[in-house]
């Protein structure tokens, strides 16, 4: 049972281009969190996602930034026109349901975004 | 969210028991205690959580006072392994907003 799956690893983007971020969730599983962690800080909430609907974005930017989480496939979160301010790894975390009392959530690797 | 405090950082030798104190005073009544580690540029990894008892699975055990304003995470035999930063997290929202802090940075030495 293959885990958290995001892809790329790395991702490199000259300013003013556009960053997609994929994430496949745990199977069986069909919600999505996305956090943003800058370099030398903790994990920060964006945005919670279930199949089609974005239940929770209070932590998204509210600009360049938006999220999807289609009936069939990823989640992508999608950053335009980045700037070097975006640098940061990105991470994906998926739960079978939105309860969180019951257990923890599985977190994927990350996708590391350098903008230059 | 209740906010949390941690150390910044502490040392355990390879072997020996680590004792990660966090202390959470303004936490309510439905709050939980979560804890997980980061190792270096990976994702996080879950490794406990509790409401008012003890608990303890394969990893580690999670001791929370009788007030629940702290807790303390115990990993009974420290390896290499466990070097990472550690977050201690209350959380009562069922829509898994988990809110990171700090952490704290334990290096596991031989």
């Known amino acids: 049972n293959a885990g958290v799956m995001q892809n790329p690893r790395h991702l490199v983007r000259r300013r003013g281009q556009e960053a997609r971020l994929r994430c496949s969730p745990m199977k069986g599983h069909s919600h999505v969190y996305w956090y943003r962690q800058l370099p030398e800080e903790g994990l920060k909430f964006m945005v919670y996602l279930q199949k089609e609907n974005i239940i929770d974005e209070s932590g998204m930017p509210k600009e360049r930034f938006s999220a999807e989480f289609p009936k069939e496939g990823p989640s992508i979160l999608r950053i335009q026109q980045v700037v070097r301010g975006d640098s940061a790894a990105y991470f994906c975390?998926?739960?079978?349901?939105?309860?969180?009392?019951?257990?923890?959530?599985?977190f994927g690797s990350g996708t590391r975004l350098t903008v230059v | 969210d209740a906010k949390t405090t941690q150390p910044p950082s502490m040392d355990c030798a390879e072997g020996r028991a680590a004792n990660l104190p966090c202390n959470h005073s303004?936490?309510?009544?439905?709050?939980?205690v979560y804890w997980y580690r980061q190792i270096h540029s990976q994702g996080p990894q879950y490794i406990i959580h509790g409401l008012k008892n003890n608990e303890t699975n394969e990893m580690a055990s999670l001791i929370i006072t009788e007030d629940r304003k702290s807790s303390t995470l115990i990993l009974p035999h420290a390896t290499l392994r466990d070097t990472a930063v550690y977050y201690c997290?209350?959380?009562?929202?069922?829509?898994?907003?988990?809110?990171f802090g700090a952490g704290t940075q334990v290096v596991v030495t031989p």
């Open positions: 997290i209350v959380s009562s929202d069922s829509w898994g907003k988990l809110q």
């Open positions: 303004t936490i309510s009544g439905n709050e939980y």
């Open positions: 975390a998926s739960s079978p349901d939105r309860t969180a009392f019951n257990y923890g959530y599985t």
